[in-house]
């Protein structure tokens, strides 16, 4: 949250967050989430790095997948979670 905080102090046109959700709890997880959801509510453009495809899906506009180091899938967020292939090795279902 900090971090997050300290970097808008700078007025962003654009803020880059590279795995926030990496080695917390579930519950911080998602107020992190919630942060960023507003803070796209807000007008704020986000540039995403996330393995949590389910929570980042969720609050995204656009998606790109990658599979290493490639764009394998992008599309918007809605389509890429019906898609069979993401919704199998990405979000477990």
Not at 9 to 32: F, H, Q, Y
Request: some cysteine; proline content about 3%.
């Amino acid at each position: 949250m900090l971090a997050i905080a300290r970097a808008l102090m700078g007025r962003p046109k654009v803020i880059l967050m590279d795995e926030p959700s990496t080695g917390l709890a579930p519950l911080i997880v998602r107020e992190i989430f919630g942060v960023i959801k507003r803070l796209k509510g807000e007008g704020n453009t986000i540039l995403l790095i996330e393995q949590n495809a389910r929570m980042a899906l969720k609050i995204c506009d656009k998606a790109y997948l990658m599979e290493l180091g490639r764009i394998t899938l992008e599309g918007d967020a809605k389509s890429l979670m019906k898609e069979e292939s993401v919704r199998k090795f990405y979000l477990g279902a």
